[in-house]
DNA sequence: ACTATTTCCTGGATGC
DNA sequence: TGCATCCAGGAAATAG
């Protein structure tokens, strides 16, 4: 389940691996809960561009894109070269003839120079770098064919992770950077709120990045029960979440994230923070700090993991 | 303007 | 072994 440090260790060895590329071809699956623009239009928009940077905004994977020639709208549709005989009959059919007739007007006049392609994992989205030979994963919604010679795949089993495209106004994240906040600011943002404060830890509207996982986490380190109202929170105890948060996004992306279920790095490696849970995941097993049953309570719908003696 | 609840998805775990 | 059921979770949609 990829969070903020999961995203920051993908997007750094995404970076490493195709900074430089040119997309030369994109397929796109038929399944289209995966994509949030019109699959025309990512189509155009990835077709003949160069990525120039990848990074991460939130729980978003963004990679800045420089046109380098007019869309080749015919070619951007079609399946990679060489892969349609070994891709599964169903996938090879996924072509998008009307939404590419009506976009094919439309987007290109509004193709500026700049643009961005955004993904967003969702709980088991995947970006592989790889060569073409490559078996196609099952749950592949889309392939990038890169200028070096090896395909860029979003693979996603679940269908929760989303693909987007943005122009030249750019991608903008709601919310804002946990690791970039100052205590000012972050204590501004739980004024007045009368939800639980785990709930306000997983509103990407308020800061983004933080889900379930690092919320638990960061609740324990700073004392404070995740039912708490956000409003009734001192800003002492405010000030110590803001510096848990802090603590634990950074330890986290310094062990290369979490892996709980199958997340991998865009190497295909895990991470380790897993090991450094303090309540994530540990329900019945004793505190590390006091030996008392960590418990599990169900909050907006997530499980939330806490030590009844340590926070209050 | 907020807040709470429901919905979308599949694979792995569990129960009978 | 097989089959049904439940659960995981981010964020959008819906309801209050």
Known sequence: ???????????????????????????????????????????????????????R???????????????????ALLPANGQGTKRKQKKSKATLST???EATGSVRSTLASKAQ???????TGRLQVCDPQTEIAKH???????????????????RFGRLSVASAAGFDATGVEPLEVDLERFVELFRGRKTPIKSALLNQKLLRGVGN???????FRAG????????????????????????????????GGSSVSDYVNADGEEGFFQLQHRVYGREGEPCLACKTPIKRVV??????????????
């Not at 996982?213 to 609740?219: F, G, P, Q, V």
């Not at 909050?299 to 209050?312: D, E, F, M, N, T």
């Open 224 to 255: 404070i029960r995740p039912r708490r109202r956000a409003s009734s929170i001192t800003h002492e105890q405010l000030r110590k979440l803001h510096q848990s948060i802090q603590e634990v996004l950074k330890e986290a992306i310094a062990l």
């Open 299 to 312: 909050i907006a719908g997530r499980s939330s993991h806490y030590c009844p003696k340590c926070q209050k």
């Open 213 to 219: 996982i690092y919320a638990d986490e960061s609740l």
């Open 140 to 158: 592949t919604h889309a392939i990038l064919k890169l200028s070096s010679g090896r395909e860029l795949r979003f693979v996603d089993p679940r």
């Open 1 to 55: 389940m990829p969070e903020l440090p999961e995203v920051e260790t993908i997007a750094r060895g995404l970076a490493k691996r195709v900074t430089g590329d040119v997309i030369e071809s994109v397929w796109l699956g038929q399944k289209r809960e995966p994509l949030k623009s019109p699959a025309a239009e990512i189509a155009m928009v990835l077709d003949q561009s160069r990525i120039t940077e990848v990074r």
């Open 99 to 101: 939404a590419h007739r």
């Open 117 to 123: 392609w955004i993904v967003h994992l969702g709980m």
């Open 57 to 75: 905004m939130g729980k978003h994977i963004v990679f800045d894109l420089d046109r380098v020639q007019h869309a080749r709208v015919a070619r």
